[in-house]
């Protein structure tokens, strides 16, 4: 029994149904890897605000219309109907906080990609796994084993890397490599909040919800701000319209899904392979070559990942044990 336990927590984080959750994983990873790409793109045509704002309320009417399409389909085949979502107060307050995180994540990131490259901007808004571990056990009381703490200190450490190399080597990037590292405070709560409302709604009801408060929290700033909202070209709503439909509802909505069996310490820190997707993309697209200090970053990340994996704190162990108090019910 006890060489058996011992060995549960590699085998555990890949075993169904926490397979499909690591796949969702890293499904959401890939798709959010576009995201400082197509907001660069966008950015030629609209500002920062505008091209946030057009994320948020494309994903809001799409995410309506799906919920709508959903819900019909479901009347019309007379199945049965769905379990209905408890709104408690804590879960209002929950879903109007994660609103508020995502907003204030996206919006400082997008001027941070004005004003620093792809690469930099990127790692250093996905330092988030700090603040996520920092408040999980602050404020949370979560507890992370030393396995866990090891990879992450690793992780981090390449994550730095390439923060010292930009620090050390310009002067000009240093607004945006600061306005990237306030992103990753507001993007560490994120996974926190989601972690909890998983218990209570669905991963559509969740992002309905964020990209709604998203667009109510944006509407005023873009127009006091912006010369022009929306796009004017084709190419700008294809842009506009492909960050919201990969970036903020497959992207976000996967990495909502798999909150519900992966941890958010754990998920938080897998943030950091979105810069190595990124910096490829960028490197084909904007010719932002990575340098070797990049590449070495980008190796000691995948080491201290690794590691995290074979630690118990990486799952969901709430989940479990509703799992097993099921079980024992039963």
Known sequence: MLKAKLKLPQEHLFATPTTVAFIALVASLMALSFSPILIRVSEGELG????????????????????????????????????????????????????????????????????????????????????????????????????????????????????????????????????????ASFLGLYPLIVEELRTQLSPVVIMTWCSAIGTLLLLPIVLLTEDKVFPCSLGGWLT??????????????????????????FVSLC????????????????????????????????LGVYVTSSSQSAINTAIDTAISTEVKSA
Not at 164 to 180: E, V
Request: charged letters at 10%.
């Open 48 to 183: 920062p605000n505008a091209t946030i704002f057009n994320r948020f309320w494309i994903s809001t009417v799409a995410l309506m219309l799906w919920n709508g399409i959903t819900t019909t389909r479901r009347q019309l085949s007379h199945s049965e109907p769905k379990k209905s979502e408890i709104y408690t107060s804590r879960v209002i307050l929950l879903l109007l906080g994660v609103g508020f995180v995502m907003f204030a994540t996206l919006i400082l990131w997008a001027w941070s990609l004005n004003q620093t490259s792809v690469a930099n901007s990127t790692l250093m808004h996905n330092l988030a796994p700090l603040f996520t571990v920092l408040t999980g056990w602050l404020v949370w009381g979560k507890r992370f084993d030393s396995r866990f703490l090891l990879g992450m200190v690793v992780a981090i450490a390449g994550a730095c890397l390439l923060a010292y190399h930009d620090f050390s080597s310009t002067t000009d990037q240093f607004q945006g490599d600061i306005l990237a590292l306030l992103s």
């Open 240 to 265: 506009v319209i492909s960050l919201s439909l990969l970036c903020q509802i497959l992207g976000l909505g996967l990495y909502a899904y798999c909150l519900n069996r992966l941890s958010s310490g």
């Open 271 to 302: 943030d950091l392979f979105v810069p190595v997707l990124s910096t490829q993309e960028a490197w084909f697209i904007f010719s932002e070559k990575p340098n070797i200090a990049t590449l070495i970053s980008f190796a000691i990340i995948g």
